[in-house]
């Protein structure tokens, strides 16, 4: 979970809960919500009008693959 265009953000917990906030003075952000494996989620938001609260559900990338490289150093 990151304030995009900043180096503000935080990692979900097992739950997927998170808290971030946003700098004193900031009129505006955008939240950005990526996982591995699912599209990211972005959406702006205005100073007071951030709700305390979101529920998010990320969606699967649906990518596939036809090769899959594995490399392990020991």
């Known amino acids: 979970v990151q304030i995009r265009n900043t180096t ?5 917990d097992g739950e997927g809960r998170f808290r971030l ?3 004193a003075g900031t009129p505006s952000v955008e939240l950005v919500v990526s996982f591995v494996g699912y599209k990211s989620w972005e959406r702006p938001f205005t100073a007071g009008d951030a709700p ?5 559900n990320l969606k699967e990338e649906g990518i596939t693959t036809e090769t899959v490289v594995v490399s392990a150093l020991r």
């Open 8 to 12: 503000q953000g935080a990692t979900a």
């Open 21 to 23: 906030q946003v700098p």
């Open 52 to 56: 305390e609260n979101l529920k998010i």
